[in-house]
């Protein structure tokens, strides 16, 4: 499996605990950053296995033009969408790196341990962007609706619907705004 790991950032302060916590060979992945502010980060807050972009629009909720953005840029494999506040699952590698499915949706938790989404049941406020990784080939000319808080609900339920294969992973393999 490639994963094209997409963040939207307001948040570049994080980027290096982030960046830590992907296990993944690098080979196997390329995380796109697209920066939301004024200007992009310092350097010293840019790790070096991102590539990172500027991109705002002012009717932007929630990143979701930062993370149209990103996905014009994948031209093959999964996209996985990790946010700012974000670090990677560390068991998320193995669960999934052997998947050929178009769909993946696992367990999400709280940063306190607690349960926040079941991740089998793709709908609107049922999903997070976090809990669900898609095949690029999937998502076509799918988007996120850019003014609305819960497009990631109404993306993944598109994509879902488009997706041949599915899987669920019966595991938490998101944590919810860790980093906040």
């Given amino acids: 499996m490639f994963l094209n790991i997409i ?25 796109i950053v697209v920066c939301d502010s004024d200007s992009l980060p310092n350097d010293e807050l840019i790790p ?4 990172i972009y500027y991109y705002k629009d002012t009717n932007s909720e929630s990143g979701n ?9 994948v031209k093959e494999g999964y996209i996985y969408f990790n946010d700012d506040d974000t670090l990677i699952h560390p068991e998320l590698w193995e669960n999934i790196k ?24 793709i709908s609107v406020e049922h999903i997070d962007s976090h809990n669900f990784i898609v095949n690029q080939k999937i998502v076509g000319d799918t988007r996120f609706i850019i003014n609305k808080y ?9 994509c879902y619907e488009k ?3 599915k899987t669920y992973i019966d595991r938490p393999l998101s944590i919810y705004n860790l980093l906040r």
Avoid: H, V
Wanted: hydrophobic share 30%; net charge negative.
């Fill in 163 to 165: 997706s041949i294969n």
């Fill in 48 to 51: 070096i296995n991102c590539e």
């Fill in 150 to 158: 819960d497009a990631d609900g109404y993306f993944a339920e598109e």
């Fill in 65 to 73: 033009s930062q993370r149209n953005y990103a996905i014009n840029m």
């Fill in 7 to 31: 963040t939207p950032c307001s948040r570049p302060e994080n980027l290096l605990k982030i960046s830590e916590s992907i296990n993944i060979p690098k080979k196997n992945y390329r995380w």
């Fill in 98 to 121: 052997e998947l050929t499915d178009d769909f993946i949706s696992f367990i999400q938790l709280d940063k306190n341990g607690d349960l926040r989404l079941q991740g089998n049941f």
